[in-house]
């Protein structure tokens, strides 16, 4: 049975407002960022629970404020393929302002998570109205485009060693700084990220461990040799 969510308005006193809380809104007019405020809702969500679904009504765009969030794409009943992991500051649901009406992924609090829902009218005037932050938008989520390509390329050309040094790599990587990013997920989490069975990943992890180039302590992983391991993502 899925578990059932749960939605907390923030108090005042525990954040600012969303709109103030990442560079994309920098440089809005006052009107602006009253337009983006007049249809906002800031929920959090505790670790574990589901922000949206594959399939379901879409009717905000999501920006996350605090926490990590696992987007995945639902393949068959049991199989799942790991597309992003979300941080503050990022977009979720960016599509609804174009035109989609339903989710076309599933989004999962990894942490608890601080979330501004704002309304996908609102935030498709703005973007009508205001050309630089419509660029600014833009360039951020090329970003995410940019990993999608990366794992559809994985999985059409590398082998399994090369695709699980891929997904370390980019869980490690300089946009997850400061963030603990490998205590919260599960090895079929990272097997998921690489499009691999868990039971190689497990293997590879350790194949990698032995040669020097990761650390294992308990779910944690620590990377030794990132150049090794981008070695081992371009042989594939």
Excluded: W
């Excluded at 599509?95 to 599933?106: D, K, L």
């Excluded at 999608?148 to 980019?170: D, H, P």
């Excluded at 294992?216 to 042989?235: F, M, P, Q």
Aim: charged content about 25%; overall charge negative; some cysteine.
């Amino acid at each position: 049975m899925e578990k059932v969510r749960k939605m907390n308005p923030f108090p005042e006193s525990d954040t600012d407002n969303c709109e103030k809380m990442v560079a994309c809104f920098r440089d809005l007019k006052p009107e602006e960022l009253t337009l983006i405020s007049s249809g906002k809702t800031e929920l959090t969500y505790l670790a574990g629970e589901t922000l949206f679904k594959q399939g379901a009504f879409s009717t905000h765009v999501l920006l996350v404020m605090d926490g990590l969030v696992k987007v995945y794409l639902q393949a068959g009943r049991d199989k799942q393929l790991n597309l992003q992991l979300a941080k503050p500051g990022d977009f979720l649901a960016f599509a609804s302002v174009f035109g989609e009406t339903v989710h076309t992924t599933s989004a999962i609090a990894l942490t608890d998570t601080q979330v501004c829902m704002i309304d996908k009218e609102n935030m498709r005037q703005l973007l009508m109205n205001n050309a630089e932050f419509a660029m600014r938008i833009t360039s951020r989520n090329f970003r995410d485009e940019r990993q999608l390509l990366t794992v559809i390329g994985n999985i059409t050309y590398k082998q399994m060693r090369g695709k699980l040094a891929s997904a370390l790599l980019y869980l490690s990587g300089d946009e997850f700084s400061g963030q603990e990013v490998f205590p919260h997920l599960s090895r079929q989490d990272i097997a998921n990220f690489a499009s691999i069975a868990t039971e190689s990943t497990i293997k590879f992890l350790k194949e990698f461990e032995r040669d020097g180039i990761i650390v294992l302590e308990g779910k944690d992983i620590t990377i030794l040799d990132r150049s090794e391991l981008e070695k081992t993502e371009r042989l594939g």
